[in-house]
């Protein structure tokens, strides 16, 4: 659909404020067909309550979260279907109850994917219903009467914590996929003659060669001339079976006075966080801006495609404004890269270290990290 703003009319903008009245968002006694203030204002607060950028615009991610929010457990049948996933509140709710009572239904990301409905199957299985991967009304009932085995913790995020303790802290035999921003015909923020697909291309490569020197596995998620949307890009790195992933981009902002870098984790705003994430995201944001002085826009929880549907731990890194001057003479700089690289390089090794052998931040250098590496290889 095309992006709604303040000031659009018609048919689809009749369709957001009716589902925003629906969400206790709007008061709307004579509906409208006009995108007005107070419909912006609703927007904005849905977006901040869903954990998405706070524009006030509706674009296909927030479109998309309001059409889900409508749906609620039980409302309809739920199952796998493999050419068009179903989504919406209700699925989320479902991989949300399954999770407490100890069935392992992957990150609840409102998705009904293969590992919904095995978690499903199994519950059906265990609670004597037919085991056919369908969420119908006596499924839903016998969910609803069961009490769970897990009250608070998040298990699927306390599985991700653990995954980390067992990988142990070197970085040889671990697989990274590092996910440069736009390419092929988008070019992303472009300024001046620099694009942020290229200066991110650059800036994945210096690190995916830093991480061979490792001996980690590191994949990227595209070349200079094609451009996945994040769906893809996230089923690549599922795919992949990754342990981390890495999503670099660049931002822009209509004042030039904006700077700085910020990393985003996976969290929907209101206490729901891939705690790992969180980790990582503020390992990266600490060792950036140590080692380049860059302002620090701190980390931020979000619910965006690449951090939510992907298995394993996302974080996605805006290293600068182009928009900016003095960022973006940086980034076109392959040294300032280079360093950019580098401190993405250690914030992963400070990860599985676990606060072990550790160093402060902005001290670890390349060789430090090599013959931690050699040592701890050595010691095994």
């Known amino acids: ?66 059409r889900d929010a409508t749906f609620r457990l039980g409302d309809r049948p739920l199952a796998f279907l493999m050419s068009q996933p179903v989504t919406g509140d209700d699925v989320f709710a479902l991989q949300e109850r399954l999770l407490e009572l100890g069935y392992d239904a992957g990150r609840a990301n409102g998705e009904f994917g293969q590992q919904t409905e095995q978690a499903l ?52 035999g671990k697989r990274i996929i590092i996910d440069p921003g736009h390419g092929g015909p988008d070019r992303g923020v472009v300024v001046d003659g620099v694009s942020e697909a290229d200066v991110m291309l650059d800036l994945a490569r210096l690190l995916e060669g830093k991480m061979a020197a490792t001996g980690m596995e590191a994949l990227l998620t595209r070349g200079p001339n094609n451009c996945p949307d994040e769906g893809q890009r996230a089923k690549f790195a599922n795919e992949a079976g990754a342990d981390l992933i890495l999503s670099l981009h660049s931002d822009a902002n209509p004042s030039t006075v904006a700077a700085g870098v910020a990393s985003f984790h996976f969290g929907t705003g209101n206490g729901t966080s891939s705690t790992v994430g969180e ?53 076109a700089n392959p040294s300032f890269r280079d360093v950019v690289a580098e ?3 250690v914030a992963v090794k400070r990860l599985y270290l676990l606060g072990k052998d550790d160093q402060p ?12 590496e050699l040592t701890t290889g050595q010691a095994r």
């Open 121 to 172: 199957r199994s519950f059906q299985r265990d609670y004597g219903l037919i085991s056919d991967g369908m969420c119908g009304p006596d499924t839903v009932r016998a969910l609803r009467q069961l009490q769970p085995k897990v009250r608070g913790g998040r298990p699927v995020f306390l599985r991700e914590q653990e995954r980390v303790r067992k990988a142990g802290p070197r970085l040889s």
């Open 279 to 331: 980790a990582l995201a503020g390992f990266i944001q600490r060792e950036i801006v140590a080692r380049t002085g860059m302002h620090d826009c701190r980390t931020h929880p979000k619910t965006w495609d690449m951090l939510r549907m992907t298995r394993c731990t996302a974080v996605r890194v805006e290293v600068g404004y182009l928009t900016n001057p003095e960022d973006r003479a940086r980034l």
């Open 1 to 66: 659909m095309p992006l709604l703003r303040r000031g659009d009319f018609g048919p689809d903008v009749a369709e957001v404020r009716a589902t925003l009245t629906g969400l206790g968002l709007l008061s709307d006694p004579q509906p409208s067909q006009v995108f007005d203030l107070p419909v912006e204002h609703a927007v904005r607060a849905f977006q901040q309550r869903r954990g998405l950028i706070t524009d006030g615009i509706v674009g296909p991610a927030t479109y998309r979260a309001l």
């Open 343 to 345: 401190g993405i390089l």
């Open 361 to 372: 931040t902005g001290t670890f250098t390349l060789d430090d990290l090599m013959r931690h």
